[in-house]
């Protein structure tokens, strides 16, 4: 899905990172720049290509921040993340996964492998992360779950199964392919999200549950599947922060039942789930149905007290945009998205005016640091980093981006 949405080119790929130098410290004998973020920064070029660069970042608040004479161009679309002191960069391009580490204030390449496919890409332990690869094009059903080792930089382990058997209910000799959304681990479980489809037309016949499949870790034996009525799939393509966790460790699930997230229908409001720590099946006392606030949710991150900073979308501008698009929430620059602050114990949506309504991104990468969520927001005009906080619901504008988005963001302690 690159700038052909329905070709679906811009495939989720894990997660790439960096880091570099930025913040001033001085010892007796010189002075060092070392850098508060490292920024993924997506730019567009002639012939609307765009380009992937990497750089540090001082201040994420103020200026410009932008990759010309600075930045380290990566080769073709990227994903970024960081995992333990690593960064990782993953090319759709090359199928490449780099590791970087920051050592004597220098970006060093500390190894690399080459992969078939990585669709969803979750921590696991401090030692290791998970990478989905999903099935593509119809004719294979099985996932990849494999396991990729932080300090090697490479797949220690790769487990192939078909995380759900299902078929079109309009047409019982089509197998659908199971797509997966995120994944987490909960004690000695995997828990995997995922929505059916078909892989050769992307037609979503089944929309009217919330599915998870659940293994044994780190054995990565298939224990069951787990569903939920209420509400249809949890998250949608390209690897969304699609569940989250709070302080006691229970999960809460999101169901955008979004058109314009490449969904071809809907037959579910969007609603959030929970998935009580350490239970294997959803809590049948909880549901937050979303949509009666007149938006649903597509991606949050988890603060601290129960809320979460979401981005959300009306339920008018989803019909409109769906209508026109399948995939129009994948737009960095076509401005459909609110920024909101999501109470999941109040059961409340409250919209942040401070921020203009912006395009969707893969990955929707947000970054927490103390209590602030920072974000890459694309009026469809300029690009700027935004402060939000979440317990005021209000925002501050930061540092505009000479780029359509940042792709990812991180702090580098």
Not at 33 to 52: C, F, H, P, W
Request: net charge negative.
């Amino acid at each position: 899905m690159k700038a052909n949405y329905t070709k679906l080119k811009l495939c989720l790929l894990g997660t790439s990172m960096l880091l570099f130098i930025g913040c001033e410290k001085e010892d007796s004998s010189t002075t060092h720049k070392i850098a508060n973020y490292i920024m993924s920064l997506r730019t567009v070029g002639a012939n609307d290509e765009s380009s992937d660069y990497l750089l540090t970042v001082e201040n994420i608040m103020s200026g410009e921040i932008s990759a010309q004479g600075v930045g380290v161009e990566l080769v073709g679309w990227n994903y970024t993340g960081k995992f333990g002191d690593t960064f990782f960069s993953f090319g759709y391009d090359l199928n490449e996964c780099i590791g970087y580490k920051i050592e004597n204030n220098e970006l060093i390449e500390k190894g690399k492998f080459v992969f078939e496919r990585f669709d969803v890409i979750n921590p696991l332990d401090n030692n290791t992360f998970m990478a989905i690869g999903a099935p593509w094009g119809g004719g294979s059903f099985d996932c990849q779950l494999q396991i990729v080792d932080i300090d090697d930089i490479s797949i220690s382990r790769t487990v192939l199964h078909p995380i759900y058997i299902s078929y079109d209910p309009q047409n019982a000799e089509i197998q659908l392919n199971a797509w997966p959304t995120t994944s987490f681990i909960d004690g000695d479980k995997l828990y995997v999200s995922f929505y059916t489809l078909n892989g050769e037309s992307w037609q979503t016949p089944n929309t009217d549950t919330a599915y998870v499949s659940i293994y044994s870790y780190p054995e990565l034996e298939f224990i069951k599947t787990i569903k939920d009525d209420r509400t249809g799939p949890i998250g949608y393509y390209g690897d969304q922060p699609c569940i989250i966790t709070d302080e006691s460790g229970d999960h809460y699930t999101l169901s955008s039942g979004a058109y314009s997230a490449g969904f071809t229908q809907v037959t579910k409001k969007s609603a959030i789930l929970k998935i009580a720590s350490g239970t294997d099946s959803f809590d049948s006392d909880y549901f937050f149905d979303v949509e009666k606030t007149g938006y649903k949710v597509t991606s949050a991150i988890y603060v601290k007290n129960g809320l979460a900073v979401a981005n959300v979308i009306s339920t008018t501008t989803d019909e409109a945009a769906g209508q026109v698009s399948q995939w129009g929430l994948f737009s960095e620059s076509t401005p459909l998205l609110n920024t909101a602050i999501i109470d999941l114990y109040n059961k409340t949506i409250t919209i942040v005016d401070d921020v203009p309504l912006h395009g969707g991104q893969y990955q929707t990468p947000f970054l927490l640091e103390n209590g602030k969520v920072y974000c890459s927001v694309n009026n469809g005009i300029d690009t700027y980093v935004y402060q939000i906080d979440p317990e005021n619901a209000i925002a501050t504008k930061g540092a505009k981006l000479i780029g359509n988005q940042f792709q990812g963001l991180y702090t580098i302690n």
